[in-house]
Structures are given as C-alpha cells and as structure tokens.
C-alpha cells in the first residue's frame, strides 16, 4: 500500500481559494477568427497557452451559452493563472462578455481586440506585452501544500477494447472511490458510453431528482441517434472498439461505467459546468474524446486520467491528462504517449487495487510538477459540444 | 488434457460468453472458471485478443449477457465455442436504424 493518502499536494492557490497544479498563462481566442493571433503570441512568449477552434460567430439560444460557458471554464480553470481574452471585435461571443465573467475568479484578465487594436500585427505586440508580464508574474508564484478535498479529478476513456472493463477502467473506479473518500471530486463524464448501464448509475443516486436526471440525460442522448434514423453502432462503438473485440454500445458503456467506481452519485452537471458538490459527480457529454475532455477541464478539474485500449495522444492546454493502457501490447507499442501500465491486471501480475495505488502515486507526482506525456507532446487539443446549427 | 497457453475471463455466473485475454486458435479446447463452475469449451473460430466466445448454447432471440448485464441479443442460434460479435449479437440501444425500417415497412404497406 502506498502512503498517497498521507502525502500534501503542492499547488497555486488563487484569488478565489481555488488551487491550480499548472500555472498557465491562457491566450483565450473567443472567436474562430483571433485563433491564429493568439497561436502566434504562444510562439513568442514563453509560458503562455491557447487553444485552436472554429466556434464563436453566428450561434444562438442553449448552443451559444454552451460555448459561452466553455470559454469562461477554461479561463476558470484554476490551473490557469491568468488570461489575455483574444477577440476580433464584431463577433456574436464578445471577448468583454467572456473576461467580465473571468474577473469574477480574482484572477489577471485582460481583453485585447483585433479590430480595435487596427490589426493582426500590432494586436500580436498588445497581447504579447500582456502576456510577458502575466508570465513573469506567474513565475513568481510559490506552491503551496494543498488537500485531496481541494482536488476534481476528470475521467474518461478513449479508444476502448474489450481489456478497458477489465483493467484500467475498473482501476481508474478504485481511484475515483479513494478520491472521494478524501474529500475530493471525482467528475464521470462521456453521456453516451453510459447508455445500457444508466440503471446501475440510477441506484446509486443520492436522491429521485438526480436518479431522474439520469434516465432524462441517456434518454437525450439516445434520442438523438435514434432521430438521426442510424443504428449508433455506425459511430460508436467505433471501428477500433469493435476490432477490439467490442460488440455494441451497451457492452463499451457496461465496461465504460467500471470507471465511476462504486460511492453515490451526488449530481448531475450540464456540459462545461463546474461541479456543486463533492464526491462523484457525473457530467453530461458525449462520448467523443476531446468534447469530452474540454467539458472537464471547463468543469475545474485539474488533472484527467484517461484510459485506453487502442492508445490515443489527446491532451489538453490546461490540464495534465495522465494516459492509462488497458493491455500491456499498446503500453509499450505507444510507449511515448501512454503513461502508465494497467495491462499487468489481465496478465494476473497486479491487482485492481494496486494498479489504483500506482495511478493514485502519479497524480501526486503530477500535482507536484511532472509532466505528462500529452503535456511534454503539446497536445493542446480543445473541442466543444455544440448543440445547435451555425447561423 | 487442456493446453494452458491462452487466458479467458468469464465475469459474471449469469453470462454465457466470456472473453479470451489472448489469441487463441480454432480448435483449441479451453477451460473457463466462474464462481466456482468449470466449463469446457472448443473453439469453433479462431478468437483474437479481446473477443468473446460463447460457453453455453444462447437461442435466437435471447439476450446476451456479460458482466451479468445485458450487452444485446442473439440474431441467430450461438453454439458453445463460437465467437461472439456483431455478426451474431445485435445491440439494442441507440437503433434509430430499426425506426427507419418500421417507418419504411409501414409506408410500403408490407
């Protein structure tokens, strides 16, 4: 048994009581068209991140306060140091509307807008200035101990094979358990893998009103396939998870629900939403990866643990995503993107438990400052759910 | 007498199938455990790493269980042996495939 639990995790405590294991400076394009700028401000000044999208213009009703909300929980991130909100200037999500709502965190904020700023050139010299100084400023910032109660970890698995039900999501559900048992918050996520295991996650809610939110988010979600008039086998189980020995979409979510461990569930979130309760917490996303993936990091969490059986490199600007294989095979055939081995449990070298206690050794490790693969590749991948048309 | 080369895991007594935790060729005859029951089983394919085979005789019709949960349903008859994957288990959720055919059976009158 490892001494995890009794170890302190080091963090950046900010303005608003929250604490960050990273210490980013994000350049936050809030429209397709200042992403560019914003990539070549993260080209001069060191320290600095930013994400790549096409989203921001000509969205209405619940899809703009979904991307709305997106962009602020990104800024929100405690992770996140500070922000230089980049806009363009005439475009429906307006960079002030996003940075009022980032002031409220206490935290640096700044707006710079291209067309105000008369162009391209000098809105990449306004916005690096910023930056230069939020980096240095950030660099001046001591870590401070912090608790496990302070903690949201996200989950998710990606590129499953018939070993994620097995190994790393049943070990990954370990984890989630003794976070949660510490206090912290542990965030369940990816609507769609859940569809044909929701009775399991129903018996497990705290109350009727979130048990009935289960059933009204599965229920959503697969209404949609089924309005598309498809079988959803055509898109997931994906061609990889069915080679993978994966037969349909309730057999992935049986494995996929393993992550969520066995303590109750205490709500139901909307996508992007940051969590009102510890312990498990279930947010509402689809299955696809990296949606997935941004929904939790604008939900706060600070680290993700990912579980694959087919390998994947996805990471994010903000949040360390710690890589966990199913089966030894792609551990080592991935090895520089997968960073740690749950493939022992199917061999019969290592149980569940221990596998959990290694996993749980490596978020402190992260916390404390090393980096994932994902992080040390620059997969700064970032995707939102968008749940209406483009106008 | 079993050759011990390969792994299979059957996770729950009210599963049919369980699943090979190596390549194991056609042919080969395996034991399964499961809460204390012995199955043995001759694969009637050749299974790869991952897939699942069934170890008791699964009706057309009947639902297929693993983890002692319902993962989909036979389309045909599954003898003990054979692989089991999308060309014999049909999930059920997430079929707007089979509102498509109703709608269409409806509309030709057939």
Known sequence: MSNNKKQKLMGYRRPNGEVGIRNHVLILPTITCSTQTAQRITELVDGTVTFIHQHGCAQVGEDYDQTFRTYVGMGSNPNVYGVVVLGLGCETHQARSVAEELKKTGKPVEVVSIQDNGGTLST?????????????????????????????????????????????NPAVGRVSDKIVDLGGTAILAETTELIGAEHLLAERAVNDQVSKRVYEVINAMEDRAIKAGV??????????????????????????????????????????????KKGLVWMDTPGQDIEQLTGMAAGGAQVILFTSGRGTPTGSPIVPVLKIATNTGIYEKMSENMDINAGTIIEGKETVDSVSDRILDEIVATCSGKKSKAEILKQHDFGIWRIGPTF | ??????????????????????????GTTVEVNCENQLFAVTLMDELEFGHKFAVLPIKRGEDILKY???????????????????????????????????????????
């Open chain 2, 68 to 110: 002692g949960e319902v993962i989909g349903v036979a389309n045909r008859d599954i003898s003990p042996g054979e692989h089991v994957h999308i060309h014999n288990l049909d999930g059920k959720r997430g079929r707007g495939d089979k509102l498509v055919k109703q709608q269409e059976t409806k509309i030709n009158g057939v």
């Open chain 1, 231 to 276: 079988d959803i086998r055509t898109g997931n189980p994906s061609p990889g998870n069915i080679k993978g020995g994966l037969s349909s979409l309730e057999e992935k979510s049986l494995g996929a629900a393993t992550k969520a461990g066995t303590r109750p569930l205490q709500e139901l979130i909307n996508y992007a939403e940051k969590p009102s």
């Open chain 2, 1 to 26: 007498m079993t050759n011990k080369n390969y792994k299979t895991v059957m996770m729950n007594s009210k599963d049919k199938v369980a699943v090979a935790l190596t390549k194991i060729e056609k």
């Open chain 1, 124 to 168: 990449i010299a306004e916005g690096a200035k910023i930056a230069v100084k939020m980096v240095q400023d950030a660099s001046a910032q001591q870590k401070e101990p912090f608790d496990f109660s302070e903690l949201i970890i996200g989950t998710e698995c990606g590129g499953s094979d018939a070993c994620s039900g097995l190994s790393a």
